[in-house]
Each structure stands twice: as structure tokens, then as C-alpha cells.
């Protein structure tokens, strides 16, 4: 085994492992499964969101179906995550719209719908509330502080405020979530389309009162997750798990993009308010931020989110006084949960529209405002984070200006429909704080007569995690990428490599696996696999998670190292109104973002241009109109998403400024693309004149939205 | 409890019905209101045709009727008599793969893949009709597929590749597809601060 | 798992054979084309038919020819053949738009022009799934005994016409022809609607939608501007049908019609009045576009705002005449 120059995988397109089967039809998705003797599942969910279940008739011939409510879970009838508030089935008391009362199970899934048709549940209805301003109740709250406030604000010229709003946002995976649950060997069994198999082999030990070893979870090729995938497949797993075990048959249960929509988590809507003392010549002297997230009926994953939010509130600027109090409420809606970016695009979009007004407000250049206000090398974050050699904020900033034209196009567009808008912004790479200490994440190699086999439980669910992961593997063992393969991501075989989330897949899991292959190849000494195996019979590797020495936080005062590493961005959006619509059209958008090694760069390229791609519709399209606590448009005719029609043209520039605990340098990149449109695009919608400091930016918002010159 | 009357007759009458699938006869029987997307799934076991929202509104279930695309969802298995079929399974030659799965798999436009197969069979219509499509004609051909993955980037340059290919030109994909404009001839890409 | 009900379905060769059997199975029978509408409601739960009469291996109805210099189209022609037809494309540009700005490509190969004309009215409360609309109790459109969530006091279902053809389609004066089997009737395809969203249509039920007539094309010019907020997909919420007759440099005629603002389409007569006998110009567009904005009273029941919608009708109508000028 000798590593060439020219054999390397890391930095080349290598093939994708699943490449092939994705072009063929050959690749199988959960509901392409079947089981003999299976059995389909439905839902049957609450049609109020608030109150007490009285009463349910069937309204059918039960002979053949598998009918379960919450009196049938084995174990504790909860969705095990942080909290274990959120039951699986309802009990009596009722706290949104969709939530899942009652589950019905028949071989023929007409009969199925017929069934379900026919159910019919009494409630005493309770007022039910909306509005998370007036909640009563805070799932979690945070309070980060830096510095002295109270001098900041002395030390300033002018102090701008301001208020901005971001709404829900569905992560529309095309592929609408499932699971099978089949009984065997005295425990069960779920294939899925998830995120993190470890989540679900908890839940369902937890909700069916399981050992360890009787729960086995296996992920299926899956189409799509965004987050959408993270939590909430816990909650379907548990529904079929409940009807397999009720049945001792295997069940299927696979959602219609209606009840996807209208059921599972989405983004968190939030108010964020910022009062910002700046002097006469741009220095942010003072930031305070308050942050409010409508969390839903319960808590999921919100405390996470805010902690992400709130950390990234300030943008990537640098400033000596901060105060950030962050709040995610209660109300009766559809819990809201993870979502590629995590809190972060909530919390950047209202910095980055911010720093436009700063800029507006001061009658500076906004790109000098935001150079001389961003995080340099040796910086400290508003958790006291000092930021390392890796800080490119300045870099990707200048780059996407000079690439973009940005200053002449902005001049040159002056009074016309054409408009022009940036945003910095950054994104930490893996779990907040010390989470990754106490996830504790494990990674496996085990050594084949031909290579390697990757052991881990990380997933691919389009990002490209098993070739990332086997170019790592391959240049650190030297040895060609084609010897490594991947396991499946299945609970029965891999250690609990932590979620598949926080953009952590690469850099802390890849890391993890650099060191099981360096330990590998220093076992072998040189031998050949076959050799090794011949004479010791096995090797196999397995590390757990270490972090870089020196990573300190502290959870109670929100001190410290949020994250091992950032990654940075910068977006340059074009946008076109229409003069007559006020419809905004955006035809050029230059990324550019420093993402500490590219490991295969057209599927990072990838991330950032998907990610830009959701991110535009998150910024002018993507609503999700509530109506009495339910969605009201939950089809994808009235959801909608960019087509090829309304996604602009990208040009992705990645650069590379290595983290040095990262593999061969790397650091996150799913989650950041999604940081950065939205605040471009509405600072475009401000250089048209317009007061817009809401998203989306729907041409009534813009009717609405007072004009620059008179808001001033 | 109360009871009730079972809700439904046993089995629904079946249809035979003869159609061409992927270039082979076959004749399957199935209820009449059934849709095409339904018979190949569940009665031919091509389960590479997907579903994305069964109601016409995402293009995830496209397949070719007669060499158009039509979305299986809305499509009666019964209304397929006497036609041919095109599914994903059926686009690649006895040997290797067809020029637009091949341009899929090289540029990164699959990513999770769900709707890969929708979008290769529409973009196989447009190549059929028109062997040199521009940026706008795909863009209208795609119109009716989406993808929540790729930003539809790599799609685009994908069916472009593949036009090229089947044109019979030796066309390579464009070094700033894969590796941005910043590529250099080693495949490393700038590195800042060192 | 969206499934269709069940129902038996009938494919019939020839429109006779058609009629009779739609008529025999009375309130149960549905008409079905491309079932690019139909289905969706059915698997929806929206509409149930036991029995469902398929037209699409009808081959009278694919045709397209000429007659006394009109252009005669089957009704159950493909969208995407109506728009890719040389001499549609050529002589009736505005209709061609039309049926390009109509959902998707691949719906485009499936749905046919009459079913367009022939769609089934929307609402946010009607167009949603079985379980949705049981948490509201349903709506006047599936059970007469409900109210109208758009406005509860409304005696009438206040869904909209939603067809990309139709506001164009009246604008040039295109006719139908209905067969009840034995006889057939030509009626203007203004005359087909009815301001009603459940029904909406005056034609009896069994009556099938054979042709679509469309006049000379001389003499006047069409156009067609539509509200939505993505390149495809999106069903109109405001749309505008224009076509104006001249002599001379003057204007002898115009009709302008509205879609996707009430339950039928709606004529602007005053609009078309402050056209006649001027040149179409800025000035005749401007004062045409005014008196459009008073009869345009979209309802809180599609996407986007029904004041912004209003909002707009004034300059759809401008733009819509100038692409005339």
C-alpha cells in the first residue's frame, strides 16, 4: 500500500458509491420494499389544536385491521429526544392540529383509506394560542453576554433598532418520509428514510421498553432530508413499530406529501429585534439581540436550535459588548423542528439585514462597513470564542465583491428595477458547545481482503457521505478509493457515529475515520490485507470522538468554544423587479465560500448550490400559511418551491483555508449555503428602495413595505 | 362497541390489459382504477418510477408514453393498452448506460436521486426532439420536475453534457463544473491564509 | 398514499357511445379526458364517480381542421399538441401563450383544451385532502348544508375559474360545440359559464364538449397575461384575456376578460366601451385599465392576496393591450 500524488482521491470527483444505482432506478427507497405478509399503515390525527379527546368511533368492521391507540405502546408512550414531552400517540389531551391520536394497519391500502375515512373523534375544544408573544410557556431560554453593555452603548455615535421576520419553511425532501417496522427475533426491526439511526433505535427502545440488542434500525437510501429527517422519523418509526408489534406483522407506513406537509416539522418562524451602538465611522460599539422562536406543541429539538440562533445572531462581526437573549415559546401548532441551517439563516438574516441599515443609516458603504466590522484571526465571538488561522470572513467577503462587480453593478443599477445585495455570514461546523463531548461519537474500519469497509452510522442522504467519507479513508490508509467500501448504515453493524446533522458528517466524523485508517495502517506495518488477515485473522478499528485540546464551554454561562471550527460565506445576489408585479426575480447569484478543504468538490459545489437554491425560496417564495393552526396550503400547487424556472444562475467559487483538526483540513459545508440568500436578496429588494425587513418578500410584503427614503 | 357492515366488496374486477414496457410486451392484470404509476410499482415491481405528491404537482413520477412525458400519478394503467412504456430501468442499453445517465452520475446532478429518475426520462423527450437544446429550452423541458437537492445547476449542465455526447461529439464536462473557475490543472483549488 | 376510488370506467370510440353512457349513469358518471383535474379531486376525495367515461380513445375528438375559414379543434386534443400546432402558434399567438403558461410540460402532454375549458373551480378550502377538509366540516362545495369559509353568509360557493384558456378563449369570440349524442349545439364559450362555483358550468351534465371554435383570424389580434408567482405550476389568480378588432387605426371592437377573480369569467364591458373608436394608445389603454379595476372583486380563497390581486388587474389589463399595439 503506498500513497501516489496521482492516486489520491481527496480534491478529485471521484465516483459516487451510490453513483450508478441513482441513474438506473437500481438504488431502493424505503416504500420500494416489501415484506411478506405486510401490512400498511395510517395515521389517524387530530382535526383541532387544542382540547380534550372525548370520544373516537371506528365507524368500520374491524375484522382484519390492527387498530392501536396510546394504551397499546409497550413502553413509554413518548418520542424520545431532549424532552420526553411529546407522546407518541395522544392520550387525552390534544395540543395541535395533526397530532396522532390513533393508527390503523390492513394489508389492502384501500381499505386502509377507506377505514380512516370513517373514524370519527369527539373533543372538548380549548382556546388554543397562535401568537408566541403571548405564550406561557418557554421550552428554553439563553442569555449570552460579552463585555459591558452599558458602556458599549456609551461609546456609540447612533444606535439603529430594528425588527425582522422570518417565517415557517417546509424542507420539502422530494421523497415524503417512511419507515417498515418488521417483528423478528423477539425485538424489532425499521428500515427508513432518516437522518440518524441512533435517534430512532433510542426512541423506539425507550417507547417499546426494548433491550439495546432487541432494536435494530436500517436506514434506506433516502431521498432527501434537510433536517426534515433528523427527529421526526423517531415519531413513524414508533407508529409502525407500535402497529408491528400489535400485528406481528411487518408494516409499512409511508406518508402522502399532504400529511408530510401538514404534520411533520418545519423551520422555526422568529421575531428578532437588534439595537446596534455604531460611531460615525462604522465601529459596532454595542449589539444587543433578542431572539424569539415559535417552537410549536413541543419542545423536539428547539433548545438546539435557539443555542445555534442566538450564537450566530451577531453575524460573523466582531464587537466588544453583546448581549443576546434568545427565547423558543410554546404554542398550538405542529411542532417545528431541525432544518438545514438550524436557527443560524433565522438569526443571520436578521444581522445581515441589519448591518444594511447600519450602513443606510450611517450613509457609508455597506462593504466597507461590513469589512471593517468582520472577524479577523485572534477575534473572540460573543461567547468568547478566539477565532483561529482559519477566519476567512475578510477573504470570502472581497472575493465575492470583486468577482460580482459588486460596487460598479451597484452604481450601474442605481434607479433602475435592477438591484444588487450581499450578505456575510458563517456557520459553525458540528455541535454546539460540548456537544460533541457528549455525543461521543464512534467510527469503524474493518479491514477486507481487498481494502477497507467503513463502519459508521453517519447516512447518505444525497451529500455524498460514503464517497466523502471513502476518499478520506482511501488517501489516509493509501490505498485507491475503489478499495473501500461502505457499510450500511444500520445499527446491527456500525457503532453510533452520532446524527447525521450540524454539518458534522465531514469534518468530525471524517476526522474520526482518519484516525481509525492511521491506526490501521500502522497495525499493517506495511503488510498487505491479505497478509494481515491471514495471519491475525481480523482488524478492526474503532475510535471515539477526541476534540482538539483546549476546546473549553461552558453550558451555564454560554462561555466558550461554540464550535471546532466556521466556515464563511458570502453571497452577491442580483435581482430583477418586475415593474409592474413588483414580483422579484433573481437572475445571479455569486457564492463564495472557504470551507477549509473541498474532500470532493463537485459534491461540495453541490451543497452550496442546492443550499442557495432553498435558500431563494425561503427569501421570496416559501410560505406556509397557517389557518387556525393548521396548514392551509399544504400542496406542493400552493407550497412552492423554486423550479428550474425561478432558481437564478449560481457561480459557486469554494475556497480553501485548511482547519487544521478537520480531515486533510475540512471543514462543514451542508448547512452555510442556506445562511446567506435570503439577507442578499431582501439587502437587493433594499437597494430598489424599499423598507423590506421580512421574509418572504412576496410582492405584498413589498407594496406594503414603506419606501427607504421615508422610513429613514 | 358498535358494528358495522364490512365497507367493501372483496376483490375489485380486475382488467387484463397488453402494453409494451421497456421494450417487452407483457399483459397484467389489475383493478381498473389503478394508475400507471401504481401497475409498475406494484404489479411489475419497477419501483424505479417514484412518487412525490400523486397528485400531478412535482413530476417526480414521470415516465414516457409513446416517447412523451407523461406523470404516471394521473395516468390510468388501463389507458396504457396498446402503448409503450419508457421507465427508468429501460433507458440504459444492454451494455453501459445511456449518455444522460452517464452525464448524471459524472456531474453531481443526482443527488439523493428520488427525482433522478423523472427528470432523466423528460430530458430523454426533449433529446429525442431537439439533439441541441439550449439553457432556456431545458429549463422549459424541466419546468415540471422538481428538485430540492442540486438547484437544478448540475441538471442543466448534465443534459447539456449528454446532448453533446449523443451529438457524437467527444465533449468533456467543463473544468468549472467540477472544480469552479478557480481550478487549476492539479484539481487543487486556492488555498487562503497558509 | 393518495388512491383513486373506485369506479368503473368506460373507454368509449365514438361520442354517441359516450353520451349514452354518461347519460345512464346520471349523478354517478364523470367525463374524463386527460384526468389531469378529475384525478386529483377524486384521489382527493373531492368528487367520487362510480362510473367514469373516458374520451380519450375517441379519435373524432383529436381532430383539428378548418371550416368556413375557423379553425376547428377537437376537444380532446393534447395542450401541448394545441400549442405546438403551426397554424395555432401562427394565427392565434395569444391562445398559444395561453396553453404554454398552463402548469407543466409533462401535465401539458396529458390535459386536453376542453378539459381546460371544462376545469373545475378552486378554493383554499375546497382544493385540499379528505382530512382537511373533515376538520372543517367540509364546505358548501362537497355538502350543500355547509356554509362557505370565504364568506360565510354567501348563499353561493364562491370557488374560482382557474382555466389558463378560457379568459382568451372569450376574448376572440371562440365557440363550442356540445353533443348530446344525436344533436349538437354551438354556443359562444362565454355563454358555458356560470358566475356559481359549484355549478359552474351551463351545460347539462351528459352534454360532452366536443369542439372549440375558433373565428377567422383577421381582422383582430388576442392576448393573455397571467398572475402566479413561479414559472409553472401555478394555476392563474388573476388573468387576462384581450383581443381587439381595428379598422383603420381605430378600434372597432375589444373584449377584455377577466379570470381567476369570481366563479365565471368576467367581462370588463365598460374597459372594452372606452376602447371603441380610438386608436389603441397609450392614452386609450390607460383609460381602458382604469375602468377595469372597479369590476375586479377577487375573494380571500387562492394564493396571493385578493387586494393585491385587485391591485393588479388594472395593469394586466394594460399590459395584456399593449402586447396588442
Known amino acids: 500500500m503506498g500513497a501516489t500524488e496521482k492516486s489520491r482521491a481527496v480534491g478529485r470527483n471521484v465516483p459516487r458509491k451510490e453513483g450508478l444505482d441513482k441513474v438506473t432506478g437500481a438504488a431502493k427507497y424505503v416504500d420500494d420494499l416489501t415484506f411478506p405478509g405486510m401490512l400498511h399503515g395510517r395515521t389517524i390525527r387530530s382535526t383541532i389544536a387544542a382540547g380534550e379527546i372525548e370520544n373516537i368511533h371506528l365507524g368500520f368492521a374491524r375484522k382484519g385491521f390492527t387498530i392501536a391507540d396510546c394504551r397499546d405502546v409497550p413502553g413509554r408512550n413518548v418520542v424520545a429526544l431532549i424532552e420526553l414531552d411529546q407522546p407518541c400517540l395522544a392520550e387525552r389531551r390534544v395540543r395541535h392540529f395533526a397530532e396522532p391520536i390513533l393508527l390503523l394497519a390492513h394489508e389492502d391500502r384501500e381499505r386502509l383509506l377507506e377505514a380512516e375515512s370513517l373514524v370519527a373523534i369527539d373533543y372538548r375544544e380549548e382556546t388554543p394560542i397562535y401568537d408566541p408573544e403571548k405564550s406561557d410557556h418557554c421550552f428554553k431560554e439563553i442569555r449570552i453576554e460579552k463585555g459591558d453593555l452599558a458602556?458599549?452603548?456609551?461609546?456609540?455615535?447612533?444606535?439603529?433598532?430594528?425588527?425582522?421576520?422570518?417565517?415557517?419553511?417546509?424542507?420539502?425532501?422530494?421523497?415524503?418520509?417512511?419507515?417498515?417496522?418488521?417483528?423478528?427475533?423477539?425485538?424489532?426491526?425499521?428500515?427508513?428514510?432518516?437522518?440518524?439511526?441512533?435517534?430512532?433505535?433510542?426512541?423506539?427502545?425507550?417507547?417499546?421498553?426494548l433491550s439495546d440488542d432487541k432494536v435494530r434500525v436500517v436506514q434506506t437510501e433516502t431521498g432527501g432530508g434537510f433536517g426534515g429527517k433528523e427527529e421526526y422519523p423517531s415519531m413513524i418509526a414508533g407508529h409502525a413499530a407500535i402497529l408491528a408489534w400489535k400485528s406481528r406483522r411487518p408494516v409499512k407506513l409511508v406518508y402522502d406529501r399532504v400529511?408530510?406537509?401538514?404534520?411533520?416539522?418545519?423551520?422555526?418562524?422568529?421575531?428578532?429585534?437588534?439595537?446596534?451602538?455604531?460611531?460615525?465611522?462604522?465601529?459596532?460599539?454595542?449589539?444587543?439581540?433578542?431572539?424569539?422562536?415559535?417552537?410549536?406543541?413541543?419542545?423536539?429539538?428547539?433548545?438546539?436550535?435557539?443555542?445555534?440562533?442566538?450564537?450566530?445572531?451577531?453575524?460573523?462581526?466582531?464587537?466588544?459588548?453583546?448581549?443576546?437573549?434568545?427565547?423558543?415559546?410554546?404554542?398550538?401548532?405542529?411542532?417545528?423542528?431541525?432544518?438545514?441551517?438550524?436557527?443560524?439563516?433565522?438569526?443571520?438574516?436578521?444581522?445581515e439585514v441589519h448591518m444594511e441599515r447600519i450602513a443606510e443609516t450611517l450613509g457609508i458603504d455597506s462593504v466597507r462597513l461590513r469589512e471593517k466590522n468582520a472577524f479577523r484571526p485572534g477575534d473572540t465571538t460573543s461567547t468568547g470564542q478566539k477565532l483561529g488561522r482559519d477566519t476567512s470572513a475578510l477573504r470570502v467577503l472581497r472575493e465575492a465583491v470583486s468577482r460580482s462587480d459588486f460596487r460598479a453593478k451597484r452604481r450601474a443599477y442605481r434607479g433602475t428595477n435592477r438591484g444588487i445585495g450581499l450578505a456575510l455570514f458563517f456557520h459553525g461546523s458540528g455541535f454546539t458547545g460540548g456537544g460533541e463531548v457528549k455525543l461521543a461519537s464512534k467510527a469503524s474500519l474493518e479491514l477486507t481482503e481487498t481494502g477497507a469497509r467503513i463502519l459508521v452510522a453517519s447516512t447518505e442522504i444525497g451529500q455524498g457521505t460514503r464517497t466523502m467519507h471513502a476518499q478520506i479513508v482511501a488517501d489516509t490508509l493509501g490505498i485507491p478509493y475503489d478499495a473501500v467500501e461502505v457499510a450500511a448504515a444500520d445499527t446491527a453493524r456500525v457503532p453510533d457515529s452520532g446524527p447525521t446533522v450540524a454539518s458534522r458528517t465531514c469534518m468530525v466524523v471524517g476526522k474520526i475515520l482518519e484516525r481509525c485508517a492511521q491506526e490501521m495502517r500502522r497495525e499493517l506495518g506495511g503488510r498487505s490485507a491479505q497478509d494481515y488477515l491471514a495471519e491475525r485473522g481480523s482488524l478492526v478499528v474503532t475510535k471515539e470522538y477526541s476534540g482538539p485540546d483546549g476546546l473549553y464551554w461552558d453550558d451555564?454561562?454560554?462561555?466558550?468554544?461554540?464550535?471546532?471550527?466556521?466556515?464563511?460565506?458570502?453571497?452577491?445576489?442580483?435581482?430583477?423587479?418586475?415593474?409592474?408585479?413588483?414580483?422579484?426575480?433573481?437572475?445571479?447569484?455569486?457564492?463564495?465560500?472557504?470551507?477549509?478543504?473541498?474532500?470532493?468538490?463537485?459534491?461540495?459545489?453541490?451543497?452550496?448550490?442546492?443550499?442557495?437554491?432553498?435558500?431563494?425560496?425561503?427569501?421570496?417564495?416559501?410560505?406556509?400559511?397557517?389557518?387556525?393552526?393548521?396548514?392551509?396550503?399544504?400542496?406542493?400547487?400552493?407550497?412552492?418551491?423554486?423550479?428550474?424556472?425561478?432558481?437564478?444562475?449560481?457561480?459557486?467559487?469554494?475556497?480553501?483555508?485548511?482547519?487544521?483538526?478537520?480531515?486533510?483540513?475540512?471543514?462543514?459545508?451542508?448547512?452555510?449555503?442556506?445562511?446567506?440568500?435570503?439577507?442578499?436578496?431582501?439587502?437587493?429588494?433594499?437597494?430598489?428602495?424599499?423598507?423590506?425587513?421580512?421574509?418572504?418578500?412576496?410582492?405584498?410584503?413589498?407594496?406594503?413595505?414603506?419606501?427607504l427614503s421615508a422610513s429613514r | 362497541m358498535e358494528t358495522f357492515p364490512d365497507i367493501l366488496p372483496a376483490e375489485p374486477t380486475r382488467v387484463h390489459v397488453g402494453f409494451q414496457v421497456n421494450g417487452e410486451s407483457v399483459e397484467v392484470a389489475f383493478a381498473p382504477h389503478k394508475t400507471l404509476l401504481e401497475v409498475l410499482r406494484?404489479?411489475?415491481?419497477?419501483?424505479?418510477?417514484?412518487?412525490?405528491?400523486?397528485?400531478?404537482?412535482?413530476?417526480?413520477?414521470?415516465?414516457?408514453?409513446?416517447?412523451?412525458?407523461?406523470?404516471?400519478?394521473?395516468?390510468?394503467?388501463?389507458?396504457?393498452?396498446?402503448?409503450?412504456?419508457?421507465?427508468?430501468?429501460?433507458?440504459?442499453?444492454?451494455?453501459?448506460?445511456?449518455?444522460?445517465?452517464?452525464?448524471?452520475?459524472?456531474?453531481g446532478a443526482a443527488q439523493c436521486g428520488y427525482c433522478t429518475p423523472g427528470i432523466l426520462l423528460t430530458a430523454k423527450a426533449l433529446l429525442d426532439a431537439n439533439a441541441s437544446p439550449t439553457l432556456d429550452e431545458i429549463k422549459e423541458a424541466l419546468a415540471g420536475n422538481l428538485c430540492r437537492c442540486t438547484g437544478y445547476i448540475k441538471i442543466f449542465e448534465a443534459v447539456e453534457l449528454a446532448a453533446a455526447w449523443t451529438r457524437g461529439e467527444d465533449a468533456e464536462p467543463r473544468k468549472e463544473t467540477l472544480y469552479g473557475t478557480d481550478y487549476d490543472e492539479s484539481g487543487l483549488l486556492p488555498v487562503v491564509n497558509r | 398514499m393518495m388512491r383513486l376510488p373506485k369506479f368503473r370506467y368506460y373507454s368509449p370510440r365514438t361520442i354517441a357511445d359516450a353520451v349514452a353512457i354518461r347519460s345512464d349513469a346520471g349523478p354517478e358518471?364523470?367525463?374524463?379526458?386527460?384526468?389531469?383535474?378529475?384525478?386529483?379531486?377524486?384521489?382527493?376525495?373531492?368528487?367520487?364517480?362510480?362510473?367514469?367515461?373516458?374520451?380519450?380513445?375517441?379519435?373524432?375528438?383529436?381532430?383539428?381542421?378548418?371550416?368556413?375559414?375557423?379553425?376547428?379543434?377537437?376537444?380532446?386534443?393534447?395542450?401541448?399538441?394545441?400549442?405546438?400546432?403551426?397554424?395555432?402558434?401562427?394565427?392565434?399567438?395569444?391562445?398559444?401563450?395561453?396553453?404554454?403558461?398552463?402548469?407543466?410540460?409533462?401535465?401539458?402532454?396529458?390535459?386536453?383544451?376542453?378539459?381546460n375549458l371544462l376545469l373545475d373551480t378552486r378554493c383554499n378550502y375546497y382544493d385540499q385532502n379528505y382530512e382537511w377538509r373533515k376538520a372543517i366540516d367540509f364546505c358548501m362545495k362537497t355538502d350543500r348544508q355547509q356554509i362557505c369559509w370565504v364568506a360565510p353568509g354567501s348563499p353561493k360557493c364562491l370557488a374560482v375559474q382557474s382555466a389558463d384558456t378560457v379568459p382568451v378563449l372569450i376574448a376572440m369570440g371562440a365557440r363550442a360545440v356540445l353533443s348530446s349524442g344525436r344533436e349538437e349545439r354551438e354556443v359562444a364559450v362565454e355563454d358555458l359559464y356560470r358566475n356559481d362555483g359549484i355549478d359552474y358550468l351551463r351545460k347539462r351534465p351528459e352534454e360532452l364538449l366536443t369542439e372549440v371554435v375558433l373565428p377567422a383570424a383577421n381582422g383582430w389580434r388576442a392576448s393573455y397575461r397571467k398572475l402566479r408567482r413561479r414559472g409553472a405550476f401555478d394555476f392563474p389568480v388573476l388573468s387576462v384575456g384581450a383581443a381587439v378588432w381595428r379598422e383603420d387605426g381605430k378600434v372597432t371592437s375589444a373584449r377584455l376578460v377577466l379570470g381567476g377573480v369570481a366563479s365565471a369569467p368576467v367581462r370588463l364591458s365598460a374597459a372594452e366601451a372606452v376602447l371603441a373608436g380610438r386608436p389603441l394608445d397609450k392614452e386609450s389603454i390607460e383609460a381602458a385599465a382604469a375602468a377595469a379595476a372597479g369590476p375586479s372583486r377577487p375573494m380571500d380563497n387562492t394564493d396571493f392576496s385578493f387586494l393585491w390581486r385587485k391591485e393588479m388587474t388594472a395593469k394586466f389589463v394594460r399590459s395584456a393591450l399593449a402586447d396588442l399595439v
Open chain 1, 151 to 209: 458602556r458599549g452603548f456609551a461609546e456609540a455615535d447612533v444606535v439603529v433598532e430594528g425588527e425582522y421576520r422570518v417565517g415557517l419553511q417546509e424542507q420539502l425532501y422530494i421523497e415524503p418520509n417512511g419507515v417498515i417496522a418488521v417483528p423478528e427475533n423477539g425485538g424489532i426491526t425499521v428500515y427508513g428514510s432518516l437522518q440518524c439511526p441512533y435517534y430512532v433505535h433510542r426512541a423506539l427502545r425507550v417507547l417499546l421498553g
Open chain 1, 259 to 351: 400529511e408530510d406537509m401538514v404534520a411533520t416539522t418545519k423551520r422555526h418562524p422568529g421575531v428578532i429585534r437588534h439595537s446596534t451602538g455604531v460611531t460615525r465611522d462604522g465601529t459596532l460599539t454595542a449589539i444587543k439581540i433578542d431572539v424569539l422562536l415559535d417552537g410549536g406543541a413541543y419542545m423536539t429539538l428547539s433548545p438546539v436550535v435557539l443555542s445555534r440562533g442566538v450564537i450566530h445572531a451577531t453575524g460573523p462581526y466582531r464587537c466588544d459588548h453583546v448581549r443576546i437573549q434568545g427565547r423558543v415559546v410554546a404554542t398550538n401548532t405542529p411542532p417545528n423542528g431541525a432544518f438545514r441551517g438550524f436557527g443560524a439563516p433565522q438569526t443571520q438574516f436578521a444581522a
Open chain 1, 556 to 707: 451555564e454561562t454560554y462561555r466558550g468554544d461554540a464550535y471546532g471550527a466556521f466556515g464563511w460565506g458570502c453571497d452577491v445576489i442580483e435581482v430583477e423587479r418586475d415593474p409592474e408585479t413588483w414580483q422579484i426575480r433573481p437572475t445571479r447569484v455569486t457564492a463564495v465560500c472557504e470551507i477549509g478543504k473541498a474532500i470532493h468538490p463537485v459534491l461540495a459545489r453541490g451543497q452550496i448550490e442546492g443550499g442557495t437554491a432553498q435558500a431563494v425560496g425561503y427569501a421570496l417564495l416559501e410560505e406556509v400559511a397557517m389557518r387556525d393552526g393548521r396548514m392551509a396550503n399544504a400542496q406542493l400547487t400552493n407550497y412552492l418551491v423554486p423550479t428550474t424556472l425561478d432558481t437564478p444562475e449560481i457561480d459557486v467559487t469554494i475556497l480553501e483555508n485548511p482547519y487544521e483538526h478537520g480531515p486533510f483540513g475540512a471543514k462543514g459545508v451542508g448547512e452555510m449555503p442556506i445562511d446567506g440568500p435570503a439577507p442578499a436578496i431582501v439587502n437587493a429588494i433594499r437597494s430598489l428602495g424599499v423598507d423590506v425587513r421580512s421574509i418572504p418578500a412576496t410582492p405584498e410584503r413589498i407594496l406594503e413595505a414603506p419606501s
Open chain 2, 42 to 107: 406494484e404489479d411489475l415491481a419497477l419501483t424505479g418510477t417514484k412518487h412525490g405528491c400523486e397528485l400531478g404537482e412535482c413530476g417526480t413520477c414521470a415516465v414516457l408514453v409513446d416517447g412523451r412525458p407523461v406523470l404516471s400519478c394521473l395516468y390510468l394503467g388501463l389507458e396504457c393498452a396498446g402503448r409503450r412504456v419508457e421507465t427508468v430501468e429501460g433507458m440504459a442499453p444492454a451494455a453501459g448506460l445511456h449518455p444522460l445517465q452517464k452525464a448524471f452520475a459524472d456531474l
Open chain 3, 29 to 115: 358518471g364523470a367525463y374524463v379526458a386527460g384526468g389531469t383535474d378529475l384525478y386529483p379531486n377524486m384521489k382527493r376525495r373531492q368528487q367520487t364517480p362510480k362510473v367514469v367515461v373516458g374520451l380519450s380513445r375517441i379519435s373524432e375528438l383529436s381532430r383539428i381542421g378548418e371550416q368556413n375559414g375557423r379553425l376547428v379543434l377537437g376537444a380532446g386534443l393534447l395542450l401541448s399538441n394545441v400549442e405546438n400546432d403551426p397554424r395555432v402558434r401562427a394565427e392565434y399567438p395569444g391562445l398559444a401563450h395561453a396553453v404554454s403558461e398552463i402548469s407543466t410540460p409533462p401535465l401539458r402532454n396529458m390535459g386536453t383544451i376542453g378539459g
